[in-house]
């Protein structure tokens, strides 16, 4: 390959690493810790959080226009410039030429409007900060704390829904089988829900710890928790749930038990449930819009979707999820849909109706369901692939656990690693001089690409990937010594410092690679069957040798070509001694 070739490589690797970097370095640099706390926590805290604001900022510019029509809007509030701007002119009307309170206040048509305008301001910023929060490197429990929950398996539902399929009660080899498959699944569901490097382990012999890095947003353990084996599609009684609707709306004080669970009217046949039917509002929050009557009895259990896809509605264009039954799941599907043409099917899923649809025709293998945002379609298709839990799991416990080192440790420990690194730069380039100074460009470029490739993945930082990023520098720098020692040796004896590099990085490249390689494979393994900080570990170092290859053999080699064939440098100056 050319050497423009392989500078354009290396910009459009350094580029491609600015990208992966910006949301990491914009959370950890540019956000105020009070915006984090506020971000990280639930959707509950920023909805109440955007509306208050947006009354303080309506009353304020209240209160400017009643004391001076003509006042400007207050710097802190530039934003509604923009907002207004935009509304002038979705509405055809002429741009004010300078910006007062009431012009900007003129661009709405009530108070009310105006009002939303600066909610959904301060909820679609809070809430898209939320989400760059999840694509950020994210510090272990170690170094920054992180959630602990305790989970219980709700063995009395297992025993109910066991003898209704077997006919008989299970045993307590099938209650522990089903204990432990729920921990397999938990763990391939927090993967693919980018949680990385939890620690899961059983305690006990019906309960669960988990204990999850970074920032204490409980919503994260309702997410990878969602669906948690109650996911099935029942038969809705809409005669009933509307004589339901009519007798809530009568009595209000009769919605609710006295420990909070809903009422089932005498009214409602036996054989019936009573259930919610919710829909998301505009900050994901799940909202109560009615009650709905179904079917005890289950039609179909998700237990029987054997593979599930997001999709586009071509029509409305709004997501779906597409998915595909099992043999046994398409013929029990296919009797349910056959028996109930024209009747209204609830999805239900953790005893709430999320989506309800009319049969048309019968369904066999491939069904769709709609009614679901962008991020609840790709969630809940993340739960049908991972198959639902075998037994029902109930959070007893939840609660934020601070770092096990303190920050003073955390400080002292960063202060090494700075320390070390320097020294090794150092050392390179005192020892190996203008070699050296190439050698330490390599090694800088080659932490940079690590951290990118880290904070791309979503992978949590611990005290054993620091470990194992440490590790990577020394294996860089050992490749590095490798090369400018066969260097050294082509160099005396006589060969033309551009026939020397030549041989030298000829020389050294299988050397490196079988070094490499032997290390990687056992990276590998490690990160295959290694759980929590072990795989942490392995996963940085299997990263570290990539990068660390790259930077050795085609970064450095393409400085050592540029200086000896384009610059035509006399001496190498690759040792103190010479």
Known sequence: MSKRGRLFIVLLVLVVCGVFLY????????????????????????REYARGQATRDLALLTGLVEEDSGAQIPETMSYLTSLARDQYRNSGRDVPRSWTVTEVMRAYPDEQAFFQAIEQYYRSSLLNLKSNSEQVLQLGLDLSGGLSILLEADTESFEENYIQRHQRSPGSAEIDEAVQQSIEILNNRIDRFGISEPMIRRQGDTQIAVEIAGA?????????????????????????????????????????????????????????????????????????????VVRDEIGLDGIYIEEATVGEDPLTGRPVV??????????????????NVNETMAVVMDDRVRSMATISEPIRENVQIRGFDQDEARDLAIVLRTA??????????????????GEDSVRQGLRAIAVGFALVLIFMA????????????????????????????NLTLTLTSIAGLILTVGIAVDANVIIFERIKEEYRLGKSPEAAVSAGFRKAFWTIMDANITTFIAALVLSQLGTGPIQGFANTLAVGIVTSMFCALFVSRLIFDFLVQKLKIKTLRISWRA
Do not use: C, H
């Open 216 to 292: 204490a947003d409980p919503e994260r353990v309702n997410t990878f928790l969602m669906g948690r084996g109650s996911l099935n599609f029942r038969i809705v009684n809409r005669e009933q749930s509307e004589e339901l609707a009519q007798y809530f709306a009568q009595n209000p004080g009769e919605m609710y038990t006295p420990d909070g669970r809903v009422r089932t009217p005498d009214f409602v046949d036996s054989g019936f449930k009573v259930f919610g039917y919710y829909t998301r509002d505009a900050y994901g929050i799940d909202e109560l819009q009615r009650f709905v």
């Open 430 to 457: 005192i020892y190996y001089r203008r070699a050296g100074v190439i050698a330490d460009f390599a090694l800088v470029l080659n932490l940079l690409i690590l951290i990118s490739v880290l904070s791309a993945f």
């Open 23 to 46: 949301p990491t370095i914009q959370w950890y640099v540019g956000v105020p810790q009070e915006t984090k706390d506020l971000v990280t926590g639930s959707r509950e805290q920023i």
């Open 388 to 405: 639902a839990l075998p037994i029902e799991l109930e959070v007893i416990n939840q609660q934020a656990v601070g770092a096990s080192l």
């Open 322 to 339: 597409n998915f595909r039954l099992t043999v046994e799941g398409g013929e029990r599907f296919y009797s349910l849909t056959s028996n």
